[in-house]
């Protein structure tokens, strides 16, 4: 959580890049991600890019639980001024 936090607001968390930051493999920042997520921690949006143009995964991180009200109403919006609203807004309702 440390690797993530301490870099700029604006910087994509890869995975990779940690697992190398950190000196872990992968399947162990995979790990770490996922208690962090069901702890809250961590929320991570997939969102499809059409037909194939593959998928671009979004993760966002905060020290402290991000709640739904939060995600909502702070983050998704500004998710949006990087992704088109209408992809937004399908993705989120599978969140729902």
């Keep these: ?14 995975p990779p890049e940690i697992a190398k930051r950190a000196g872990l493999s992968r399947t162990t920042v995979d790990k770490y991600f996922k208690q962090l997520e069901e702890l809250g921690y961590i929320r991570t949006v997939t969102i499809g890019r059409g037909y194939k143009k593959g998928k671009e995964t979004f993760r966002f991180a905060a020290d402290f639980k991000i709640t739904d009200w939060y995600f909502k109403d702070y983050i998704l919006p ?3 001024e990087y992704v ?3 992809v937004v807004d399908k993705s989120v309702e599978n969140l729902k």
Excluded at 1 to 14: A, D, E, F, G, P
């Design 1 to 14: 959580m440390l690797v993530i936090l301490r870099n700029k607001s604006t910087w994509k968390i890869y």
């Design 78 to 80: 500004k998710l949006e």
């Design 84 to 86: 088109p609203s209408q």
